[in-house]
């Protein structure tokens, strides 16, 4: 009996001395670029999820590519996956959406963001270009010119006023919350008055807390809290649209009528599909513009204050709304948000997975491996940006277009670049126009930035608001 103890433990030890050595070693048609898988299973996720309190590359990238090169591999949450700083190759890999890649998130990601299975919102040809077109639609250049920059405008003032009656507020919950607010309006005529205000307040604080936490599905845990909340408003999205499909009447004034009149002509279009696309609507402006206005306060000393000044005096009626023409005049406004933007995108990149084996400069990149697009490398390129860390608006006018091209992509590249940037600058711009000329606010805690690698707020940024009648 016991030898055939001894042969089973001999023959179980080599099968994880082999499983580890293949873990260590993947195989590959060619040269693996350089680098480390990690832990079996663990890979190196534990390291990029320390938090790290600069604006600078999180230093689980940085380390590596001093150590290894600009593109280099590893593993992450059981997933072997090579990171890319190199701006030449990164700029292939963005253009050869459907070809040499597509798009992909982590297990965590896919699962909340619905990018698996016959409701993914990750397809590419007829499907993306629909989604392309009705964001556009509803939050593109051709409806903020028409009404849509005024809309904004009177929404921040009207919530900027709110937040000027409480003692104090912290930005980015309370931008969060704004964001939800009017993207919701905006998707499918939501009223922030008439709904629970849990639907706003604790959603997106308590998802967002768990959406970069290990995928540990178990209670107690911050990745359990955020598919709760995640389930919670998918549940509350599937009830507003069985509720606009049962009344049988569409105005086509929002993004969800639109959607539901499209529904007999593509196939694509089933009750989830439509919810997934309006969950990632509010996710992505609910996130992405709070994480810049708490940026903005904290980073901002001078303000565009003179600038907004000159565009009330130009104004035959002080009353007047916000107009395009004014918008597009905010030059200095422009630089003061590219700075923010280049320093502070929310995420390091964007992923995309090898659709077959992909060679670069030597090495090999196996089929089915995922590859990390560190765009944000650009903006911390001294060669272009001097002293990168340094919150500095001015350099920008004497940056000419073609180099801005080139090194600030805060909103992605190729097909798959960011619907909403006109929106975002937009509603950046609107907010700074209100601030500066209708409010003064007082610092009352200004937390440290950090990354895991999705950019926090170390103990918030809080503020006063007051009304300024000058």
Known sequence: MWVFSLCLAVATLLYFVRWVYKWRKPRCNGVLPPGSMGLPLLGETLKLLIPSYSLDLHPFIRKRVQRYGPIFRTSLAGRPIIFSVDPEFNNHILQQEGRLVEMWYFDTFAKILAMEGESRLSRVGLVHKYIRRIFLNHFGSDILREKLLQQIEEGVERCLRMWSSQPCIEVKQAASTMMFDFAGKQLFSYDADEASADATNEWSNRFLRGFMAFPLNVPGTAYR??????????????????????????????????????????????????????????????????????????????????????????????????????????????????????????????????????????????????????????????????????????????????????????????????????????????????????????????????????????????????????
């Open 225 to 470: 809290r955020c598919l709760k909340e995640h389930r919670k408003l998918i549940d509350m999205l599937k009830g507003i649209l069985r509720e606009r499909l049962n009344s049988g009447k569409t105005s086509n004034v929002d993004f969800l009528d639109q959607a539901i009149d499209s529904m007999p002509d593509q196939e694509f279009l089933t009750e989830d599909f439509i919810v997934q696309m309006m969950f990632a609507g509010i996710f992505a402006s609910s996130e992405s513009i709070s994480s810049m206005l708490a940026m903005i306060f904290k980073l901002l000393s001078e303000t565009p204050a003179a600038e907004h000044k000159l565009i009330l005096e130009k104004r035959e009626h002080q009353s007047t709304a916000l107009c395009w023409d004014e918008y597009k005049s905010m030059t200095f406004t422009m630089q003061v948000i590219n700075e923010t933007l280049r320093l502070a995108n929310t995420i390091p990149g964007v992923l995309r997975r090898a659709l077959q084996d992909i060679p670069v400069k030597g090495f090999t990149i196996p089929k089915g491996w995922s590859i990390m697009v560190v765009t944000t490398a650009l903006h911390m390129n001294h060669n272009v940006f001097e002293n990168p860390l340094e919150f500095n608006p001015w350099r920008w006018k004497d940056l000419d277009s073609g180099t801005i091209s080139q090194n600030f992509t805060p909103f992605g590249g190729g097909m798959r670049q960011c619907v909403g940037a006109e929106y975002t600058r937009a509603f950046l711009c609107a907010f700074l126009h209100v601030l500066v000329t209708k409010f003064r606010w007082t610092e009352i805690k200004i937390g440290d930035v950090y990354r895991n690698p999705i950019l926090g707020f170390k103990d918030g940024v809080s503020v006063k608001l007051s009304e300024s009648w000058n």
